[in-house]
């Protein structure tokens, strides 16, 4: 599995990313892995709630068919303390077919993390597939999240990496955008 760090991230910001992330804008980067063609990419944003509140809506496995783009369903094989096992359908955007997959989650409750990675052997249309959720206080304020989610995807078909490298960067940050949405959702139901 790749390692994706999942300390500090405030302090590793530029002011030019400062400004955007202020601006409300989610920022999304692509890089090179050795050792495959395909990117890893990287989103991060704000969110306006706590960083305990945006963990606990992740670790919601069975919701994210209602909230996060493109999953067409999700559900919770078992848990084991701090892992969760969980399947997936994730409608992917053309020219690349639908995945099929099961999941292990890795929770880190105390720095507001989440692990994941394809289960081998459980992936159709995928070959690999692993990331993070990190989640920590935005400028001290402890009601705004600065959220990162990496994700680093192989199909399973043997796409023109262009092709995966458009379709990463223009869906990874719409990740950020629907949590942001069920935040708002859950606020809303929780007042009436």
């Known amino acids: 599995m790749l390692l994706f760090s999942s300390c500090c991230l405030s302090s590793t910001l530029s002011i030019n990313e400062i400004k955007r992330l202020d601006k409300g804008e989610v920022i999304t980067t692509l890089e090179k892995i050795p050792g495959t063609k395909y990117d890893k990419a ?3 944003g704000t969110v306006d709630a706590s960083p305990q509140k945006v963990y606990d809506i992740l670790i919601d496995f069975e919701s994210y068919e209602s ?10 094989l078992k848990k084991e303390d701090q892992v969760v096992y969980y399947k997936s359908h994730v409608n992917m955007p053309w020219p690349i077919s639908d995945i099929f997959y099961n999941c292990k989650a890795t929770l880190h409750p105390e720095n507001y993390s989440i692990d994941f990675e394809l289960v081998p052997g459980t992936g159709i249309g995928v070959k690999s597939f692993e990331g993070s959720w990190h989640f920590e206080a935005y400028k001290s304020n402890p009601k705004i999240t600065l959220a990162r989610y990496i ?22 940050g719409k990740n950020i955008i629907a949590v942001r949405q069920r935040v708002k ?5 929780a007042s009436k």
């Open 42 to 44: 990287t989103s991060i």
């Open 67 to 76: 909230f996060i783009p493109k999953v067409k369903e999700s559900s919770v």
């Open 151 to 172: 994700l680093h995807y192989e199909p399973e078909t043997n796409y023109p990496a262009w092709a995966v490298r458009i379709g990463s960067k223009a869906t990874i």
């Open 185 to 189: 959702e859950l606020e809303n139901l």
